[in-house]
């Protein structure tokens, strides 16, 4: 695997300039950006489903829990990249969603520039374009099925997993998604990440973060990495301080700080 700059006084952008100011607008909607596609990769959906079997109708979604930050976080997203936020499941949920075909279309070029990684969104973004290009439902019935076809094979092709230069500012929006800061009362606070299948990203994140912790297997194909050195999780809240958090999950890390410390 190969390494990645240790330094997080500044984030790569995919043409290998160095971004330090987000106060810089270009710098901070290149930020938004890489962090979304990490949030997608976490918590989002591509999806593309067909209206009575008449027409096909193609929708990116992220969909959190209602609370203000998640739902400030969202609205910062829009701005940048378009979309909508509303408020769902009687006000239990908060969507960021996009329905139309055009805005679809505008918004996936996002992915030219920065990739999804983990395998379920490489694919469902594979889905989406092929039934952007034949948009016959017949189509659609018969390839939906084969939806996830790849996905394996892009797991083992994998195995040997370079970080691209997007990394820090989607790993952030991944942490969004899957991190966990835990305080315990003992005061063996910890930081976790787990995902289904992808490994080789369970693994890239402990080359980051230079850990020596074992990436376990708890059930079936959950990875899941958790870690309890201070010096380790000081290097983990220095990242997402300087590739900062925008929703839930800056609070929590807010409160763990204080603990730490």
């Given at each position: 695997m190969a390494t990645t700059d240790s330094s997080l006084s500044s984030f790569s952008t995919n043409n290998g300039h160095n971004v330090s100011d987000l106060s810089d607008n270009n710098n901070y909607n290149n930020y938004i950006k890489?962090?979304?596609?990490?949030?997608?990769?976490?918590?989002?959906?591509?999806?593309?489903?067909?209206?009575?079997?008449?027409?096909?109708?193609?929708?990116?979604?992220?969909?959190?829990?209602?609370?203000?930050?998640?739902?400030?976080m969202l609205i910062k997203i829009a701005k940048v990249i378009g979309g909508t936020v509303r408020i769902t499941g009687k006000g239990a949920d908060v969507i960021w969603v996009v329905n139309k075909k055009q805005e679809v279309e505008e918004i996936i070029k996002i992915y030219d520039i920065y990739p999804p990684l983990t395998s379920k969104k490489i694919c469902q973004l594979a889905f989406l374009k092929t039934c952007l290009t034949e948009t016959s439902v017949k189509a659609y019935l018969i390839n939906r099925k084969l939806k996830y076809s790849e996905q394996l094979t892009i797991i083992k092709s994998n195995i040997n997993f370079i970080i691209p230069s997007y990394f820090k500012g989607w790993l952030s929006g991944f942490i969004e998604a899957e991190g966990c800061f835990s305080i315990r009362k003992a005061n063996n606070h910890s930081f976790s990440i787990g995902q289904n299948d992808d490994i080789y990203l369970i693994n890239a994140i402990k080359q980051y973060f230079e850990v020596t912790n074992k990436v376990r297997n708890p059930y079936d194909k959950f990875y899941f990495l958790e870690i309890y050195k201070k010096e380790a999780l000081l290097k983990i809240i220095a990242h997402c301080t300087n590739y900062p958090l925008l929703g839930e999950k800056l609070e929590s890390l807010k409160k763990f700080n204080q603990k730490l410390i």
């Open positions: 890489m962090f979304w596609v990490g949030l997608m990769d976490g918590d989002g959906s591509i999806q593309v489903n067909h209206w009575r079997e008449k027409s096909l109708q193609y929708r990116l979604i992220i969909k959190l829990s209602n609370i203000k930050s998640n739902y400030d």
